[in-house]
């Protein structure tokens, strides 16, 4: 049984193409439980971007500063599941529920691996209607064949129970509205690429 992390810990969230680094960030946990694993992505966190040839090409946001220039979001992830519940907050209210639909994450020795898989879906904080983003995208990336089969599938699957939580009115990440990052959580320091053997698991 792998190790949970510790509250306030800074760990490494990778996202891995082709068997290497793509995009690689620090966050802090918030929680881990063995039911959720939280943890914080703050406002000016350092991202690292990897090189070279992917099948996707380089990762789209190394177009732009390489910081986190958004504000902070608590990322809320359980075992086994294919995507991520971001908490957003605007002016001390929650502004939105962004979900990030994502390869079911994966322990490390110093953090976790996952990656985007495209989609993604809006809940604004008000209790207004659900709407989908980035479909075009996600079916684009089908089309060129950057997903096989199964990852299709697991996508549409994950996607279909997400709108079944939502509809049923059975949203496990709402109690987590009202969390906010404590002070003197800091902007962790950068993240270097990891170039030795992959890694051991917790």
């Known amino acids: 049984m792998t190790s949970p992390f510790r509250t306030g810990e800074v760990v490494v969230r990778r996202e891995i193409l082709d068997d290497r680094e793509w995009l690689v960030y620090p966050v802090r946990v918030a929680a881990d439980d063995g039911r959720v694993l939280a943890v914080y992505l703050a406002h000016g966190t350092p991202l690292t971007f990897g090189r070279g040839d992917f099948r996707w090409g380089l990762h789209p946001w190394i177009a732009f500063e390489h910081l ?64 989908w983003k980035d479909v075009d995208h996600f079916e684009e990336r089908v089309r060129a064949g950057g997903f096989t089969a199964a990852e299709e599938r697991g996508v549409r699957a994950a996607a279909s129970r997400v709108v079944d939580l939502i509809e049923r009115g059975a949203c496990w990440w709402e109690r987590w509205r009202e969390w906010r990052a404590p002070a003197g959580w800091d902007v962790p320091a950068p993240v270097a690429l990891r170039r030795d053997p992959p890694l051991t698991m917790r």
């Open 68 to 131: 986190w220039r958004s504000s902070g979001v608590l990322q809320l992830q359980r075992p086994g599941e294919g995507y991520a519940v971001w908490a957003r907050w605007e002016e001390g209210a929650l502004r939105e529920w962004y979900v990030n639909f994502q390869a079911p994450f994966v322990r490390t020795d110093r953090g976790f691996d996952t990656l985007d898989h495209e989609l993604d879906l809006i809940i604004p904080g008000d209790g207004s209607p659900y709407r």
